[in-house]
C-alpha cells in the first residue's frame, strides 16, 4: 500500500451509499415489533450485530480482535511504529426499544472512515483502532475496564439482558477472569474521537451541523427523602399539617429557580417523585425524589446544591418535614482536548460544515477514555432532540456530514497529535 | 317495665367497666400481631365479633335481627307505638391493620346506653333500634343499602376479605337478592345518633371534651393528568423543557393557596403524586396526582375548583404542559339537625363536659342516614389525631365522656323529636 500525503484542501469523501446500506442492516438486527430495535448487551442479537460489524472491519482493512472486557478492536497499522495509536468507534447495544443510531452512527462511520482511507490510499501515521465498546447501555462497562474503573464486585451486576456481567462477557468472547489484560496505560493512546448523535436540540434548534463537545460533564445524583406525617385528608386541619408533598413540591420550584439563576449550560432535575402512601384521601408522610446536577465545571455543582440544602432546610421548617439527602453518584466531568476539538473544528470547515462548541449532557465511552489521552467527541443534530426512542432520527445529511467529518478529523490528528 | 320520667338534673350514668370490659374483649376478636387490629368487613373475625356484639346487644334487653344488608338492628319497643324508632350505633369492621376505637366505640357505647336504660328501667317514647352498619370502612355499604344509595352493580365489588360485597353479605346473614328490603323510607327514623373518635386533634389541642358535629363535609375528588416531555435530564437545556414535575409541583402549591387563602373550615389534599417514567435521569412527561377537597358547603368547593382549574391553565403555559381533570368523587355534604345539636349540647351539660361544634372531615354511615331523617353525631378527642392505626387512642375518660353524652342526648332526643 501506497502512502498518500494529504492535501490541505483534501475532499475525500465518506461512501455515502455504503454507510446508509451498513447502517439500514445493522439496524435490521435485533428490530422490535413496536419499531427500533432491542439490542441488549450480551444478547443474542447483540452478538449477532458484533459478528456482523466485525465483518465489515476486515472489509475496511482492519484487523479486528476481542480484549478481555469484550471489546472489539480492530487495528490497521501506521507508517511510524514508534507511536501510540489513534481510536475511534462507539458501541452497537441498545436500550430496550431503542433507536437506530445511538451507538451504531459512530461505529459504522468509523469503519466507513477507515474503509475510505482504504480505497483511498490513505495510510496514518499512527495505528488506527476502530473501536465498539461492549455494555454502553448498561453502564460504559467496556470502555471503564478499558480505564480500570470497573471494580471486579460488578462483574456479578445483572445486566438488562439477564445475563451477570461476567456472564455476558463471557457470551461475547471476553474474559472476565483475565479483566485487567484489557486495562490500557495513561498515554497509551494518541487520542480517542467518537462520533454521536446530540440526543438534545440544541444543534437543531440553531441550525448548525456539527457540535464540538467541549467534554462530558459531572453527574451528581442525590435520593431526597422528605418526611412528614402522614395522616388524614380531612380531619387534618391545614395549619396541623406535615405534609410532604407540598415540602416536594417547594424542593422541586427551589431546584428549577436555583439552576436558572446562574448562567450556564449546567441542567437541574427532578425526575423521580413518589408520594407515599399515595392516596387521595391522606396527607403523605413521605415523598422519594430525586437530584441530579450536572455541568462541565464541579464548582457549578458545589454551589447549587449549598444552595439548594440550605434553602431545603427554610422549606423543612416551614412545612414541619425534614430532608435527607443521600449521594448516589457524583461523577468527574471530561474534558476534551483542545488538540482534538481543533481537529474537528478543522475538518468541519473542510467538509464544509458550520459547527459550535457545546457540552455533553448525556455520558458516552469516551469520557471513560479521557484519563488514557486526549479525546473528543463529535454530534450530529437529533430531529426532535428524540432518543432512546424508536423515534430517534438524524436526517441522511447530518449522518454523512457526521462521518465526514469524523474521517477528516482523525486525519487531522493524525497530522497533528504526537 | 315502668317508666322514669327522666329528671331535668338526671345524673344516670353508663357502666365504665362493663364498656371498658367489652371494648377490651372487642379489640382481641382480629388482634393484629403488629398491633391494632385487621378485622376486615365479612372476614371470619369480623363475624366473630358480629357474634359477640349481638350477644351483648341481648343482655342489653334489646332485640336483634339482621337486615338483607348484613346490618344488625337490634330494637326495644318505647312506650309510644305510633312513633318512629331512634337509631344508634356504629360499626366493626376495620381498615387493614387499623385501631381499636374506630366503629367499636360507637357501636360498643350505644349498646351500653341501652343497658344502662335497661338497669335504670328507663323506657324511652320512640322505639330505640342500635345498629351496627356493615361494612363501613370498604364504603358504607351497609348504611347506603338502608338509604338506597347502594347501586346492585356495586354487589360485585371485591372487599378487601377478598369477597365480593354480595358474597360478604351473604356470609354474615344478609341476602343481596332481597337488598331492597334493608331501604327504609325517608322520615321513616325518628333520628340517628353515632359516637365516633375525632381522628384529628381539634378536640385535643383546644382542650375539649365533646365534639358536636355540624355535618359530614363534601368530598370531592379528581384524578390530574398533567402532561409534558420525557425527555433526557442531560441533554436538555432547562428553557427546552416541557417538565410535568415542575408543573406538578407549582399544582401542589397553587392547591395550598387556594385553601388556605380562604377562611374556614374546608380543607385540599394533593396525596397522590407519580411522575412518570420517574428516573433520575429524565424529565417526567407526565404526573397522575390527586386533588381532594372537602368543605360543609359546596359553594366553597366550587369556588376553589374554579380558581385551580383557571390557574392550572397558566402553569400549563408557563411549563409547556397541559393539565387534565378527571373527578372521581362529588358526594353531598350531610348536615347535621340543629334539634339533634340541641340535645347533644344539653347532654354534655347534663354530664359537665365541655363542648364544640365542628365539621367531620371524615365521612361516617351517619352521612347515609341524614336522607331519612334528623342525624347528629358526637366526637370525642383521639390522642394525637391518629386513626386507622393501631396507635388510634382515646382516652379512657373520653370514651366515659362520650358514652355519657350520647346516653344523654339519646334521653333528649327521645323527649323533644316527635
Redesign the interface.
Known sequence: MRRLRIPERNVIRIDEARLQARMAALARIGRDPRGGVSRLAYSDTDREARETVTAWMREAGLTPRVDAAGNIIARRDGTDASLAPLLFGSHVDSVPNGGDLDGPLGTLAAIEAAHTMLDAGVRTRHPIEVVVWSNEEGGLYGSRAVSGQLPHAELDNVSASGRTIADGIRAIGGDPERLAEARRAPGSIAGYLELHI?????LE?TGTDIGIVLGI?A?Y?WEVTITGVT??????????RH?A??A??????LV?RA??DEPG?H?????????S????????GE?VC???L?ALDTGVIERLYARIETEAKAIAEATGTTFAFSG?IASVPAPSDPRIRGAIAAAARTVGCSAREMP????HDAQCLAPLGPIGMIFIPSVG?V??SPGEYSTPEAVRNGANVLLHAVLEADRTLP
Not at 446530540?198 to 440544541?202: A, I, S, Y
Open positions: 446530540e440526543q438534545g436540540q440544541v434548534s460533564v453527574i445524583q395522616n388524614h385528608s380531612g380531619t387534618t386541619p391545614m395549619d396541623r405534609d408533598v407540598l416536594g413540591a417547594r424542593f422541586v420550584e428549577h439552576v436558572i449550560t441542567v437541574g432535575t427532578v425526575g423521580r417523585f413518589e408520594a402512601p399515595g392516596a387521595p384521601n391522606a396527607i403523605a415523598v430525586s437530584l441530579e450536572r448516589l455533553s449532557g448525556a455520558g432532540g432518543s432512546h
